[in-house]
């Protein structure tokens, strides 16, 4: 066998296909593989049980992965049905994940995000028909199959896929740039029932190197400078308008910023006379 697929992916795909599951088909007996595998719930409804972990109820949209040596239990209740993708695979990169405790035995079952789970499934049932039918370079498209998968799977739950990302991105720049201003906290400027402050400051980290509130401290830093050289605002009207209720942090933070205070700044560049009345003051 050759050995380039492993190469290219560290992942070998040993088996794949569909399958309807009932509650005469489902297994009877505690099973355990000496590989890795993946099985996807593409509809219905079941339970899963392992060693490693009690019984989880799992759901159309779900996945979990059985690892090799842990004894395992699954399928749908009575008077139900489900259907799944499942793949048998080994290799480094599926070691290494495990390693990593990016795949985790005692946290097999993972749900995807909804913006995930059409390609996701997409994915895998171009895998399960590449394997049935071996079709020309099966094994390096399988891997390749697979190795997408892996890499959604091991998002965040409800990470939104990388174009979204990008669209998102855009969308909550131009809600900083509105809140320059506002003195509430930044995840007080987020209103979505799609994703969690917590996901988008996930994602605009991994976006921009910057968490959102970096990004919002530069934007209100650059827009002081550009007041102290060419408003005729008083330190005190500019820390206010940019949301800091105390102009002592703020001379903190633009200090930070820029190596100088905001007194300093202005007067290093002579925009403003010396003899300006008081209003330019702190």
């Known amino acids: 066998m050759s050995l380039d697929h492993r190469i290219q992916t560290g992942l070998e795909i ?25 099985v996807y719930i593409c509809e219905g409804i079941g339970s899963f049980e392992s060693n490693d972990t009690a019984e989880i109820q799992v759901k159309a949209g779900d996945c979990f992965f059985l690892f090799p040596g842990v004894s395992h239990i699954y399928g749908p209740p009575a008077d139900s049905i489900w259907k799944e993708i499942w793949v048998l695979f080994s290799g480094p990169l599926a ?15 993972l749900s995807l995000h909804a913006t995930r789970r059409s390609e996701f499934q997409r994915n895998l049932e171009s895998l399960a028909d590449q394997y049935r039918y071996r079709t020309r370079d099966y094994r390096i498209n399988c ?40 003195s509430s906290r930044i995840s007080a400027y987020f209103h979505t029932e799609r994703y ?87």
């Open 143 to 182: 891997s390749t199959l697979l190795y997408s998968s892996l890499l959604q799977s091991s998002l965040p739950v409800d990470s939104p896929l990388p174009a979204e990302g990008s669209r998102l991105l855009d969308e909550m720049k131009q809600i900083l740039h509105r809140n320059m201003g506002n």
């Open 95 to 109: 070691e290494y994940l495990e390693k990593e405790k990016i795949l985790h035995p005692a946290h097999p079952v």
């Open 196 to 282: 969690s402050y917590n996901t988008l400051r996930m994602e605009f980290q991994a976006l921009t190197d910057q968490s959102p509130g970096q990004y919002l401290n530069e934007l209100r830093m650059h827009h002081a400078e550009e007041q102290l050289l060419w408003s005729g605002l008083s330190i005190i009207e500019i820390s206010r308008g940019l949301g800091f209720s105390d102009s002592r942090y703020f001379s903190r933070a633009f200090r930070k910023y820029s190596g100088t205070s905001p007194r300093e700044f202005r007067k290093r560049y002579h925009l403003i006379r010396d003899d300006q009345p008081d209003q330019f003051s702190q």
């Open 14 to 38: 040993l088996a794949a296909g569909r399958k309807t599951q009932t509650v005469r088909s489902r297994l009877k007996r505690w099973r355990t593989l000496n590989t890795f595998a993946l």
